[in-house]
């Protein structure tokens, strides 16, 4: 492994290093739980945005609060908070576009009401975006994106105008055309990127300084583009967004190649530039019709980029509903039906991908035995 490759992965399974290292040094860190909180600004603020997340099997700090139905990720988010281990945080941001989200903001308010001592909590601040289609909604997310933008400043203690916003812009677009630079090493008929390494490369660029990352990046897909073309049939992942490789690493050890994946952490997860340098008005565009979650309405909406890609150099697709999912399978069967109605074919996955069986790696092999047939018949028509 490269130097540039190296040092993403370790970012990446090291999701809170980049940012103690910046409260260390006296910089304020603001922590976001998710893709839909404007990035820019909390960078233009001076501060250090980093993405909450963890990946507890126990969580007995939570376990009191929070019912056994939650999100496993969400709940493992909340048992390191309650551990103190995102303490250091001036300010933690939580998106109302994902449901999950809201009631994590929601119950650390009752923990700070029931426990108003308790110090090793930061601040829980609600980012009230909804992704909702309609002028009502688009007039009420442009102003809670302005209020974010002034609350931020309260908290970090800085102000900034047009000129650090665009800044910010300017940096993170660098990065997003670095995620996209990787992007292109995953697709077409001749994919030099699996999908394992591919969660890593491109999930960095949610941990570590966006202008470290570009650079990296950049590296990182010039030196992939010179590897040989990876065999086997190309699978897409749909479902539940998955941040972490389990599921990635089981389909690729029985000879496929995963070349996407329909959430924020993988395919999706750089979208289009923004547009419009320091405007908060163009800002907030981006994030509430360019940033994927799921509580898109309405449905065509959401399904428009599965839909397209789904359909181009796809072999098969893997469909992914972990037992604590409450949300996304309400769209599995219209989804299903969809790819069947243009013959692609799909698999359900609906056990935990960290913890699959002997049972589940057996249906993934004889899953992916059955489009090598499809693949072999798709390259003789091209």
Same mark, same amino acid.
């Given at each position: ?171 993170s677009n660098r990065a ?33 300084? !966006?202008?470290?990352? $570009? #650079?990296?990046?950049? @590296?990182? =897909?010039?030196?992939? *583009?010179?590897?040989? +073309? ?33 959430d924020w952490w993988g ?86 991908? !960290?913890?699959?069986? $002997? #049972?589940?790696?057996? @249906?993934? =092999?004889?899953?992916? *035995?059955?489009?090598? +047939? ?9």
């Amino acid at each position: 492994m490269t130097d540039a490759l190296a040092r993403l992965t370790w970012h990446y399974e090291h999701p809170r290093a980049a940012a103690l290292a910046q409260h260390r040094q006296g910089r304020p860190v603001v922590g976001l739980t998710s893709n839909t909180v404007p990035w820019e600004i909390v960078r233009a603020a001076g501060a250090f945005p980093v993405l909450v997340t963890a990946a507890h099997e126990a969580t007995p700090l939570a376990d009191p609060f929070m019912e056994p139905v939650f999100d496993r990720r969400i709940r493992s988010v909340f048992e390191d908070v309650l551990a103190g281990r995102w303490s250091f945080l001036r300010l933690m941001v939580m998106p109302r576009t994902s449901e999950w989200e809201h009631k994590l903001y929601l119950y650390l308010l009752e923990v700070r009401r029931q426990a108003p001592r308790r110090k090793a909590l930061p601040p829980p601040y609600l980012y009230d975006l909804l992704h909702a289609r309609s002028t009502a909604a688009s007039r009420h997310g442009l102003a809670r994106t302005q209020a974010l933008k002034d609350d931020l400043q309260a908290a970090v203690g800085r102000t900034f105008g047009v000129r650090q916003l665009a800044a910010a812009v300017a940096e993170s677009n660098r990065a997003r055309r670095a995620q996209r630079a990787l992007l292109r090493l995953r697709r077409g008929r001749a994919p030099r990127l699996n999908g394992s390494e591919a969660m890593a490369l491109l999930g960095a660029w949610f941990f570590m300084d !966006r202008r470290e990352y $570009a #650079a990296l990046a950049t @590296r990182a =897909a010039g030196e992939i *583009a010179r590897r040989p +073309p990876l065999p086997g049939p190309r699978v897409m992942i749909k479902g539940s967004p998955l941040d972490h490789p389990a599921l990635h690493r089981a389909i690729e050890r029985h000879g496929a190649v995963v070349v996407a994946e329909d959430d924020w952490w993988g395919s999706r997860s750089a979208g289009r530039d923004v547009a419009g340098g320091g405007s908060i008005v163009s800002l907030f565009r981006k994030y509430y019709l360019d940033a994927p979650g799921p509580r898109v309405f309405p449905p065509d909406v959401a399904d428009a980029w599965f839909m397209r890609e789904s359909l181009r150099d796809i072999d098969g697709v893997v469909y992914y509903l972990p037992p604590d999912d409450d949300v996304l399978g309400w769209d599995y069967p219209r989804h299903r039906r969809f790819l069947e109605g243009q013959g692609v074919p799909v698999t359900l996955v609906r056990a935990d991908a !960290r913890h699959l069986s $002997a #049972a589940e790696h057996d @249906r993934l =092999a004889e899953f992916v *035995a059955g489009l090598a +047939p499809r693949r072999l018949q798709r390259k003789a028509r091209s």
